[in-house]
């Protein structure tokens, strides 16, 4: 592959992208769209959240109290509740989010309980999930509603524990927990309209066969449209990161470290490279854009809706669990929200950039092979 070639191609699919303000237009809108109206509609019922409890009372009534919140376990499913004996280490699971939220029975909590003097529990929530945390709120406070019911009190007031939540990082707003998704949807939608499409509509009128007379080879093409989708697909995500953010007042810029900064860039750089190559495994043998709709559609919804960008993963039935070990949008979604909202470092990302730059690595050559230079 030489670089003339390459050059020729890609200089020639970011003419063609430009060219077309329509398509440029739906590649930023559409996120944003998705943002605001997402953000202000959906709703849903979670179930199997991660929760840990660390018992340093082991008393009657915090044994009470774990059997009422494991009663919620068995029934509706809220928690999937695991008991740590070291408060320092549940708290890191809740920071690199093996945990949805941490409940802490302090030692004097039977003892508070009996004497009426308003007993306290800690509970420390991954707030960077809004959902999920007023979730958990929602069902330990009912917990502890129940926990001496078996006793009268003319001041029933004092005698029920109180809950302290304790939200590990600062307020975050449903909308404003989207933006790593809609994200991910500018990059799905940016690489799903460059490279491999054009490549599908220069099959569809013709153009190709004109590759024919020249010395262009399958990795000349390929390589050029995955740079130039590349470089456009980037932008996008960047400019919906920026926009996304003003819409729901929340300017990332004010808080994210320059390491931070640099570790989003790289995120979104893998996570379109990823996609660009899975695009061309999918649609190196297409010949009609009308079939680009379609997969594309489909391929939105089995990528973006498992990822964790609305839902979390750990709600989902066992199979779509399955599916979301090898979804690398769930990946990109859990690195840019640990990103933008923890204040995390490389350290806490490192395994999905692994996994992206694996999955890219693999799909570019994929892509390639699947690429058809022939009538």
Known sequence: MTMNRFSAIFERDLRKFIRNPLVVAMSLLMPIIYL??????????????PLAVVDQDNGPYSTRML????????????????????QGFAMEGLREGVYKGVLVIPPDFSRNVMRRTGAE????????ETIPANTIQAAISRAAAEIDREFISIREERTKPRIR???LYRKIDYDQTLIPGVVIMAIFLGAMTTGAFNMVMDRFLGVEE??????????????????????????????VLFFGSLISGIYLWRFLTVESLLLTLVIIILSTLGLQGLMFVVMGRI??????????????VIFFFPS?????VESFPGWLKAFA??????????????????GAGFGAVQNDILFLAVFASVSVILGTAAFKRAL
Do not use: C, W
Not at 70 to 85: C, L, N
Not at 228 to 239: F, P
Not at 325 to 342: G, I
């Open 67 to 86: 059997e009422l919140i494991r009663s919620i376990e068995a029934g509706p499913g809220t928690f999937d509740i695991m008991t740590v004996s070291n």
């Open 36 to 49: 605001v109206i997402l953000g202000n509609s959906f709703q849903g019922e979670l179930k199997n959240l």
């Open 308 to 312: 964790g960008a609305i839902y979390p």
């Open 287 to 300: 010949n009609h854009p009308r079939i680009v709709g379609v997969l594309g559609g489909f391929m939105n």
């Open 165 to 167: 939540p304790v939200e």
């Open 210 to 239: 004109s590759y024919f007379l020249t010395p262009l080879t399958k990795r000349d093409i390929v390589m050029g449209l995955v740079a130039s989708g590349l470089i456009i697909t980037t932008i996008l995500a960047v400019l």
């Open 121 to 128: 529990i800690g509970l420390f929530l991954d707030n960077a």
């Open 325 to 342: 070990v090898v979804n690398p949008e769930t990946y990109s979604v859990h690195a840019l929200r640990a990103l933008m909202f923890k």
